[in-house]
């Protein structure tokens, strides 16, 4: 099966072709630079620069892989969560190639593609597993009993973890995203110089919340504004926001797959870049017994071969394929 996916549920244009399960090419035009300037990404511009980046992207990954649209066999595309805009642009622009091409059309769900991308080229050595997603928007924690079974145990009240990251990074003046940032400077700062909280880490449910984190970081910085003058104390500021953060995310989920009875912990999603989460989920887990597999780092981000990857799997599962379909900006992963 050869098959083309977009992806276009936020800031990123992207263009994959999907071939067996093999990834033959991946084309990925970010927007990071023009939301900058906002602090955020704004819809409107977004939606416009989907619309001026879809075709040379889409090009671009049919030209990678040598590969004329005429001989596609289906055509997917992300159809929510997402920016409303954004989202149609791609779903629209996917749908109308496939009835161009009268070929089989799938909307995808982007947390399911999320969900599933730690097991892309290894689907055969797929096993219950208890997945961590967790994002700029969301961060969720998931029982994947078999290949699209899969069930939500909890997930953010308010903030998610990333967009704690960018939020606590902006109230120190970090340039957004603020997550990388973050993690660079708290590589060489003191995670304990600062003692903030770990909202619900001793929450009996698997819910998260980081709102109340931002908040006392809010409130530091407004009690000790002179903090953000000193390179060091920054450093220092950037190490232990992130290891709140982080603590709470590898504690809840470690906690959620013994509770489950789980020996397998997967995680995706763009925070899971972080270098700090993956080195302390992959120690946590050795120490309780348990097998990690983490998505690889060019697949955290959105990103349109993890929306065909699945889609091929559910098109082989015989999947609804439906011209007619809309964006779900609002879809829920069950």
């Not at 340039?175 to 770990?198: C, S, T, V």
């Amino acid at each position: 099966m050869l098959l083309l996916a977009l992806e276009t549920s936020c800031d990123e244009t992207s263009a994959a072709i999907v071939h067996d399960g093999v990834i033959r090419s991946s084309a990925v035009s970010s927007q990071i630079r023009l939301h900058s300037e906002y602090g955020g990404v704004v819809p409107e511009l977004a939606a416009r620069e989907h619309l001026r980046n879809l075709i040379p992207v889409t090009q671009t990954a049919l030209r990678e892989a040598a590969l004329p649209a005429e001989q596609l066999d289906a055509v997917a595309a992300t159809q929510g969560p997402g920016l409303p805009m954004a989202l149609l642009v791609g779903f629209r622009s996917a749908q109308a190639l496939a009835f161009s091409l009268r070929k089989p059309f799938i909307g995808i769900h982007h947390h399911e593609a999320h969900l599933y991308s730690p097991w892309i080229n290894h689907f055969e050595k797929f096993q219950r597993n208890l997945s961590l997603i967790v994002s700029g928007g969301h961060t969720m924690l998931v029982l994947v009993e078999g290949v699209f079974k899969h069930r939500v145990l909890g997930a953010t009240v308010d903030d998610a973890a990333g967009e704690c990251f960018d939020k606590t990074g902006k109230l120190m003046g970090l340039a957004y995203p603020a997550g990388p940032e973050i993690d660079r400077l708290a590589e060489q700062g003191n995670p304990k110089a600062y003692d903030f909280p770990r909202p619900m880490l001793n929450d009996a449910g698997d819910d998260f919340s980081f709102s109340g984190l931002k908040t006392s970081v809010r409130y530091f910085l407004r009690d000790n504004p002179a903090i953000l003058d000193n390179a060091q104390s920054v450093r220092d500021l950037c190490a232990s926001v992130q290891s709140a953060i982080v603590e709470v995310l590898v504690t809840k989920t470690v906690r959620a797959a013994r509770r489950n009875g789980v020996r397998c912990v997967t995680a995706s999603g763009g925070v899971t870049c972080n270098r700090a989460l993956r080195a302390q989920l992959a120690a946590a887990c050795r120490q309780a017994g348990l097998s990690l597999r983490l998505a690889e780092q060019k697949l955290c981000t959105d990103n349109a071969a993890m929306i065909g990857i699945v889609a091929e799997q559910k098109l082989r599962r015989e999947a609804k394929c439906d011209y007619d379909e809309d964006i779900m900006p609002g879809w829920q992963l069950a």
